[in-house]
């Protein structure tokens, strides 16, 4: 080679080495760029804004539907109840000798905005007490009278006569399971409804407590429960809950403003006051105005503030209208409606679902592999592995589809039948192994061994025709005449047709290419030589690859489970299309489940941009990309190092 | 001639002929986007392709997401009509205020009937409000004791001990919103209630799941495949399916609406105007039929007498 063609050899080595370096950082780059993005859209979330002082808005910003009253309706009477179209609404109020009245009003013609009423058939009892307050209950049925004392009837509104159900808020003292109201509230105290209806405010001089309505059972009158207080350690003077519900703005004498989120239960920011303050009001979901002696100050508020944290997404949360703290994923789109931001169901859907493919992916996978690469004959694996990659090839979006149209209607009648399939045909295999060694002389065997697959497809039809059978005779010999109503009476475990397993059972067929390929790799890449050695030195085949081959491609084959798992959990459309996409927290594997990719692909199209619903989708976008990553970041590490740890041994 | 003449000439009758167009009425140019309801998706398709067909200088573009998407995309400037299955909350009329100004201009459809479905082999003799509460919420409505099972809801027969599935549309969607409504009283479903992606999905699957039970738009209903069992309202009458439509006192009938992003005392700008003029002429009428929904007319719904050119 002449000095000039091996000067430029190198130089072209060194370019190209360059060029390979430079563009595997530029993935790096972009893989680091895309959850840098991610990120940013999820930031505001855990990083409020907080209060910022604002100008006052050049025009007079419309005050959000506070609910205004046709002329017609008498002054005595106040909005107690409304709809979030705010053209449905109940009037409730005391008149001069003190009695009960009320009307209910609809605008129900879409054509016009004429107002349709009746007045509201209400006992003709009289109210003497100096500051009730008159609450309608969320369904439009039970009016509840609260004195200042702390006891309260509930009436319904629509009876005749007047059966009333006293009841008082727990009382100080006693081992009631609710912290209690006082008996006498201090001079400062108030009542306030949050919009929807559904929970209320009271509070005193220290504290301000949330309550809300629980449904009983029918016929029956609803509960007012306790749902959570605060405690502040300055007096209270006005509290003001924003339209669309959930945060609350609060005046206190320090001078002080606050702002404390309810679902939540954070305060979000506060801020001293200058001068004394009036009169707090929200001009828009995200816009405080307080008004002082001669002139006012407007505040802003970031539009995620406080509205989620890691609590909120992480734990179960006590949402109104709930009897008990729980995990719910429900971010509804009217006004009004609390939402439920609860990542929880979706990342244990995730899991269950990755978990059941990986429980069908790994031992055909990993089984596969392990065959292909000892036993079977070259002229059959130069057919058979590219026809096992190729499955790879094979969109999952068909693959659901067929699952969904095909499968899913039948599943539950198939079930039986399908297990027993499941038992028979491993179970057969195993038994005329055994049968099969005893009885076939060896060479036989080695001559039959590489071509297995073939000359077994008929016996695994037979087999999984037998299990079927067997599986469905024995479902009818159980009690309730089929194994699911059997499970459904004798052991109260719920059985839907779209479920769990066969959302795994469609994941597991989509996986078990990608598990194959890259166990069949490490096998592969075991060196002949260790092989060969064992060989020489006396070991029969199977001992050899038991002993010496798979331990050296273990690494690899778990890198290939984990690699496995990292497709199962980002795996959307199989799941999109089979699962009824019910945000479910059980072990139950016949119920149904909700993942984070099939959330994602179904809501981020209609999340309002950079709202709280947009960007907690792109947090928890972010936690699986994040958990792909690791998962396979970890998965090449182990694969590398093995790789360095054989090539030492050489 | 030269070859540059030649140039000028061209460009110089292309100019005529671009100037003669502006000033010609007939050719409206533009496009139009359209984003809002599924329920409405069909027929804001029909409509589509009859307006452009009529005015072949316009190009519509459709998003059918749900009804939910329409008022960001309206306030946001991305779409110049949003199709709606509920009517915009007053939240969201407030919310476009704050940007624009001035309230979204409103235009009342047509009238569409939601209809409780039922797998097609299921002998249930009828359905009452509550039991939609029951079967679909816990403890929506005031009352509690869910309906687990298709014997307790009356379904005697084959299917008495098998599980009642329920399934509905996803949170986006204005029929789900309805639903959650009047159905639910305001109350949040189960969290085993299906949500799937359009009124045809939920059809799709009440027929293939023995046990299902959902919700969709008489339009989209097929008796060949889903059963309606009659409703029965508290004061003892039953509905039956065909005449839903026309009852007032069915529970579940709505109104579906059209918003444009135009204050309503303004004049029109030439595009919409044309489009309002379009879905009120005798052909849009027809099409709307089609689709299934039932026209109504009043002092709110404007028909443009002339548009400007």
Redesign the interface.
Known sequence: MSPVSARRRRRLDRGFGLLIRIASLLVLLSVLGVFAQMAMVARPLFVDRGLEAAAAPSSPVPRSYVTDQPEWVPKHLKTAAFDTTARHRIWIGLNRRGELEGARGEISNPSNDLWQYQPLVLPKISFTEPGLHLLIDPSWRWLAIITQAGSYQLLPLEAQQAPSVARSLPVAGGDTQYPVLQRGLAEHSGLTVMPGGRSFLTWDTFHIRQWHWLPAARGEAPDIVLLRQLMIDSAIQQVAPAPAGQRVAIITEAPMLMVWHTTTHRLIDARRLEGIPRDVDWRSENRLSVEFAGRRSDWQLGESDGAVSLASLLAPIHYEGYSAPSYRWLPVAAADAEPKFGLVPLLWGTVKAALVALLFAIPVGVGAAIFVGFFMSPRLRDTAKPALELLAAFPSVVLGALTALLVAPHFIAWLPGILGAAIAIPMGVLILAVSWRSTVATTARRQVVGWLPILLMPVVVLLAWIGFMLGESLSAGLPGGSLVSWLEAQHGVSVVHRNALLIGLAMGVATVPLVFSIAEDAIHSVPAVLAAGSLALGATHWQSYRDVVLPVAAPGIIAACMIGFGRAVGETMIVLLVASNTPLMDVNLLEGLRSVSATLALELSEAPFESVHYRVLFAAGLALFLLTFILNSLAEIVRLKSRRHQEERR | MTERALLCLRCGVMLLLLAGSSSNGATLQGKLVIVGSDTLAELMTLWAAGFSAQQPGVSVELQA?????A??ALI?GTANVGSMSR?????????F??ER?FPPLEI?LALDTIAIIVNRDNPLPFITM?MVARMFGD???????PIRFWGDAGAKGALS?T?I?A?GR???SGTY?FF??RAL????PL???????GSAAVID?VA??PG?IGYAGIGFVDQARVRVPPLRLASGRSIAFDAMPDEESYPLQR?L?LYLPLAADRELPALECQFLRYIRSSEGTRLLERAGFLP??????RTPPACRP
């Open positions: 997401g749900g009804s939910a998407a008022p960001p946001r009517r915009m909350t007053a939240a969201e009329k407030a919310r205020s704050a100004g009342p509550p403890g929506a409505c005031g009352v509690r004791d001990n599980r599935e399934f996803t949170a986006a919103e959650r409504s009283c305001g109350g949040d969290p085993s209630v299906g949500e799937l992606p699957t293939a799941i299902a109104t609406y109504i007319n009043g002092a709110n719904n």
